[in-house]
Structures are given as structure tokens and as C-alpha cells.
């Protein structure tokens, strides 16, 4: 079947723009994750969704991101205003807890 | 927070060595994870242990966990270049978030 999908994989944006990434869960997996990937910070977890709600956003850097998922499968991760520090591979996984997390190819991101 | 710490960061060996990673962690965990990347993108599952087991199988892989001493080891038998990648491991406190180690670099020389 299909796997974690993500969209687009490569973005190219100006300091100050907004950025939208997008995570296409695989089908009947409740749970979602962000995570994010960077030379200097390794991998790092942004938010959980079970469902549509998010029990844990504890890794979201700043209130410059934002994510939400709707009917329980795709969501949407926002970054406001962009800072050259945003820059990383931004990785979603799935999973049907607590079963094991299968992951998407990521989003490289790149802020100028 | 880093809560898994790999060892060693980097290892080369021999195609046909078996290939060693250790992995250590701080707190009480529900499950560990070991995952594989290429070239900086998508993680590959390898392999769950949950906290009540000790020792797991999956074709060349063997995974250990000691939770007396929050410790797992990988181990790939007769190694080849293709499993030349990063390996992470990844700890679970509550059927959710994945915390992360900062990764070993094994290069499987042919």
C-alpha cells in the first residue's frame, strides 16, 4: 500500500514568507507526526495528532508554527514569517498506536 | 532534548563484518525503535522492541535491550554496502512522540 506522502519535497523561500508543508498520512493510521531535521539540532519533534486534536505540541519552536489535520488524515504544517533558522528537512510519520512510526520522504526547506 | 545517545558516531567495516551500534537512553520507555536514512531524508523503520523484551530478530538484524541499564544494541550480521546509511535509534515514553539519538554513520566498505 501507499506510504507517508509529502509535499513538496524541495521549497525554496525568502526570509519573511510564509511556508505551507503538507503530510499525507497512510490510510487508517490515527496518529501523525512532525518532526524536523537539522545539522545542528539532529531530529527533533514538533507535534503529535491523535485524530484531529493535538495532545503534544511541545516541539513547536515558536508561535510561528502552526499545524492542524482535518478528517483524521492529511495535515497542514504552517511557518509564518520565516527566519533563516527554520531551514531543515521536515519529516512526518504515522502510525496505529503503538505500533511502530513509518515515515515520509520529507520537505527540505530552505530560507534565503 | 536528546534522549538516545548512539555509539559509536561513526564506524567503517569490512563487507561481511558484522556491524555493532549501541545505544543508550535516561528514562522509563514504552518501546525503542532503530531506524535507517539515506542520504538525509526518509527514515526507514527497522525494527520496535518493547520495553517487557530482550531480544528481537529481523533477517539480519538483531536487536538487544536492557532496560536495567537503558541500553539496546543493533547488530547487523554479514554486512553489505548497501546497508552503508545513518542509523538512529528512537525511544517511546507513551505510545506517541519519538525521541531521537544523534545517529551513527556506518560505511560498509565492498
Known amino acids: 500500500g501507499a506510504g507517508v506522502s509529502q509535499s513538496p519535497s524541495n521549497k525554496v523561500t525568502e526570509k519573511g514568507k510564509d511556508v505551507e508543508l503538507r503530510c499525507d498520512p497512510i490510510?487508517?493510521?490515527?496518529?501523525l507526526y512532525w518532526y524536523r531535521q537539522s545539522l545542528g539540532q539532529g531530529l527533533e519533534f514538533l507535534i503529535y495528532?491523535?485524530?484531529?486534536?493535538?495532545?503534544?505540541k511541545s516541539g513547536l519552536p515558536s508561535d510561528r508554527f502552526s499545524a492542524e489535520r482535518t478528517g483524521g488524515s492529511v495535515s497542514t504544517l504552517t511557518i509564518q514569517r520565516t527566519q533563516q533558522e527554520d531551514s531543515a528537512v521536515y519529516l512526518c510519520?504515522?502510525?496505529?498506536?503503538?505500533?511502530?512510526?513509518?515515515f515520509g520522504p520529507g520537505t527540505r526547506l530552505t530560507v534565503l | 532534548s536528546q534522549q538516545g545517545e548512539e555509539d559509536p558516531q561513526a564506524l567503517s567495516i569490512q563487507e561481511g563484518e558484522n556491524a555493532t551500534m549501541n545505544c543508550s537512553y535516561k528514562t522509563s520507555i514504552n518501546n525503542l525503535q532503530w531506524y535507517r536514512q539515506n542520504s538525509g531524508r526518509g527514515l526507514v523503520h527497522l525494527i520496535l522492541?518493547?520495553?517487557?523484551?530482550r531480544e528481537k530478530h529481523s533477517g539480519r538484524l538483531r536487536v538487544t535491550l536492557d532496560t536495567s541499564k537503558k541500553s539496546s544494541s543493533l547488530l547487523i550480521t554479514a554486512s553489505r554496502a548497501a546497508d552503508t546509511a545513518s542509523y538512529f535509534c528512537?525511544?517511546?515514553?507513551?505510545?506517541?512522540?519519538?525521541?531521537f539519538g544523534k545517529g551513527i554513520t556506518l560505511s560498509v566498505r565492498p
Open positions: 522492541i518493547r520495553s517487557n523484551e
Open positions: 510519520a504515522s502510525s496505529l498506536p503503538p505500533r511502530e512510526q513509518f
Open positions: 528512537a525511544t517511546d515514553e507513551a505510545n506517541s512522540k519519538l525521541t
Open positions: 490510510s487508517g493510521h490515527t496518529a
Open positions: 495528532f491523535q485524530g484531529n486534536s493535538a495532545p503534544d
